[in-house]
């Protein structure tokens, strides 16, 4: 963290507003755009060459989960490549350009190519990011700061407490490399959109049990996704343990392995899945996924229980969410013990509160994304990308509010808050 009092003389500010946005995954997107269309000054700041995240550079196949209502909407409609058949699968391609316009048109700053680096702040106020790109270290003050980087880089640099995976041990899940393989007959093809409880039998046996017996390990599942392409398909196979996503040592570690695993994998899929005979690698994500990291102290935890419970919080600014448990296995492939896919019944939307999103111990900053305050097991529900598209959304109408009444946004009244976002169409 540097104090603003001594950045003058050691860094040059570059940028100078009302909201600085750090990340531009589905929570960046959402809360740039909800800041912006409400009135307030807005840069998005994105280590990567384009914006969208696990969705985009992540080469991600679907829009996992689900929620309804406010940008996640929005984005489907104006993103959807399929003509309406299945707007949740994702072209990545037509997605990064689509994105960028909707920012473009809202008004916002971005830069690119910058990584969100620490935190500027003066007597526990948070004013600004520091970003460091070709151009070296340059600042970017703001009213208020939104972290949506993932692993809460900004929020822990300014020394917002928190812990990193599982409680007892602090594993965190496995990392995964997604790719694309083409040349696949659709007519014949098989696939396994509900994740690891589910099954086929294919002419030599159980093919999740062929997976675990010829995969190299810890990759061992067999999960297969179309996309908008004929004869192409989005693979959720490649599987790197014991790693931890703010390390750049593992994360360098998990790419490595992760891309080791490719090759032998479609020798798997060519040899074991029908339709998937003559299919061939075409494309793979230009990052890591990282499922799991730092667990931060808000002023609320989200919860299991919560979640079971479709808890309706009085402080609500993210409704109708709703996805399982999906836990990866700490110990290799497949899911955890206390995870919980397709027999997961609580069939409910549940909510989350406006107190996940505001850190305990320093003002004028904002969580959005898989860092707000959840448990490891109610992480593995509200990580997903429709979840944090809104959870950015009601950031960012928080932090627009904020500027607007000249108030830290843990001052905000919240019925100020959720009367804006049912204006953009969150409601219970």
Known sequence: MIDEIKLDRRVPVKWSGDVVVAGAGPAGIG????????????????????????????LMSHWTGKTRGGLYEEILNRADDSHGENRVLINPEKLKTVLLE??????????????????????????????????GFEAFKAKVVIDCTGDGDIAASAGVPFEKGRPGDGRMQP????????????DRAVFLPGGFEETFEVPKGDLQSLG????????????????TLPGVITCNMTNCVDVDGTDPDDLTRATVECRKQ?????????????????????????????????????????????????????????????FNFDIHNVEGSGLDTHGVQKKFTQEKGYTIPYGCLVPVSRRGLLLAGRNISATHKASSN??????????????????????????????????????????QGVTL
């Not at 008004?107 to 702040?121: K, M, P, Q, V, W």
């Not at 990392?175 to 659709?186: E, H, I, P």
């Not at 109408?397 to 000249?406: D, E, H, N, P, Q």
């Open 31 to 58: 809360a740039a755009l909800s800041a912006a269309r409400q009135g307030a000054k807005v840069l998005l700041l994105e280590q990567a060459g384009d914006v969208g995240g696990v969705a985009t550079t992540g």
């Open 102 to 135: 909707m920012l473009l048109e809202a008004g916002i700053s971005i830069r690119l190519y910058t990584f969100s680096h620490d935190a500027i702040a003066e007597d526990e106020v948070v004013k600004g990011v520091i970003g460091y790109s070709k151009a």
């Open 175 to 186: 990392m995964t490399l997604m790719f694309k393989v083409a040349g696949v007959d659709m």
């Open 212 to 227: 675990r017996e010829h995969l190299p390990y810890p990759a061992g599942h067999v999960l297969l996704y179309r996309s």
């Open 262 to 322: 490719i090759e032998p994998i479609v020798g798997f899929l060519r040899e074991y899945v029908p339709g998937f005979e003559d299919c061939y690698c075409i494309s793979s994500a230009s990052i890591i996924g990282v499922r799991e990291t730092r667990h931060f102290d808000c002023r609320e935890t989200l919860t299991e229980e919560d979640i079971l419970q479709a808890r309706v919080f009085d402080d609500w600014v993210v409704t109708k969410a709703h």
């Open 382 to 423: 509200c990580r997903v990308m429709p979840i944090c598209v809104n959870i950015g959304q009601a950031a960012g109408t928080a932090a627009a509010l904020s500027v607007k009444k000249g108030v830290a946004p843990d001052e905000l009244d919240v019925r100020e808050i959720q009367k804006s976002l049912n204006d």
